[in-house]
């Protein structure tokens, strides 16, 4: 089964920071990971997924991940915050719609932007 | 990508009740996947629902309180049965069309007073 971890359920960064958002996953195969985020009162947006392709994905926004297997990990980041960027930010795992499975989600970090 | 019809959109419900929620997908797909978002968490899946077959629902999930539907490969419903206010969530369904691809509806907000 898969899983992920997000690390820090809240990170606060000011305006024009690094942002890093943490996620370490679990599969027992090759998996897909993928990043969202959800604004107050709407729904999920992509912000960006792995696919193997690359282990450098960019995003909208500004946003990118890496995927490091050795560490298990798809941190998310962008250099420069911005006060827009205040979101809640789900990182989740699948090992593929076509084999018929769905996203599993981590528990979310909320990000704060301040001024 | 798929495009999802999700109804209704949010409803206000009386404890005790049940409350029918829909999907239509414009296309056929295979796994249809149920979640629930309760106030300020994340997305937990409830079931995968597979057209001709019963759903496979998640620990903690059971038939008799969240019976699915799905009567082909374009349609599906999620029951949310014998209401209580701890069943105030936002209901979404979601489908893959490719491997890498996940949609999802824009949910249903529910309320139980």
């Known amino acids: 089964a898969q899983s992920v971890t997000q690390l820090g359920s809240h990170v606060s960064v000011s305006e024009g920071a690094l942002v890093l958002l943490r996620c370490n996953y679990s599969?027992?195969?090759?998996?897909?990971l993928f990043w969202y985020v959800q604004y107050p009162n709407q729904g999920l947006q992509l912000l960006l997924k792995y696919t193997s392709a690359a282990t450098l994905v960019k995003g909208i926004n500004g946003f990118e991940a890496e995927f490091k297997k050795s560490e298990t990990s798809f941190h998310l980041t962008k250099p420069s915050a911005h006060m827009s960027d205040a979101a809640e930010y789900f990182c989740?795992?699948?090992?593929?719609?076509?084999?018929?499975?769905?996203?599993?989600f981590g528990k979310g970090t909320t990000l704060s932007v301040s001024s | 990508s798929a495009v999802i019809s999700q109804k209704p959109s949010r409803d206000i419900c009386q404890r005790g009740t049940s409350l029918t929620i829909q999907c239509q997908v414009d296309?056929?797909?295979?796994?249809m996947f149920w979640y629930r978002q309760q106030p300020g968490q994340s997305l937990t899946l409830i079931a995968t629902?597979?057209?001709?077959?019963?759903?496979?629902?998640e620990s903690g999930f059971v038939i008799d309180k969240f019976p699915i539907s799905r009567p082909n490969l374009t349609f599906s419903t999620l029951t949310v049965s014998n209401m209580s206010p701890e069943d105030s969530s936002i209901y979404l369904c979601?489908?893959?069309?490719?491997?890498?691809?996940?949609?999802f509806g824009s949910g249903t907000r529910l309320t139980v007073v």
């Open positions: 599969s027992s195969v090759p998996p897909y």
């Open positions: 989740a795992v699948s090992t593929g719609g076509q084999a018929g499975t769905a996203l599993i």
């Open positions: 629902a597979n057209q001709g077959s019963e759903a496979t629902y």
């Open positions: 979601s489908v893959s069309t490719d491997t890498y691809g996940y949609t």
């Open positions: 296309s056929q797909v295979t796994m």
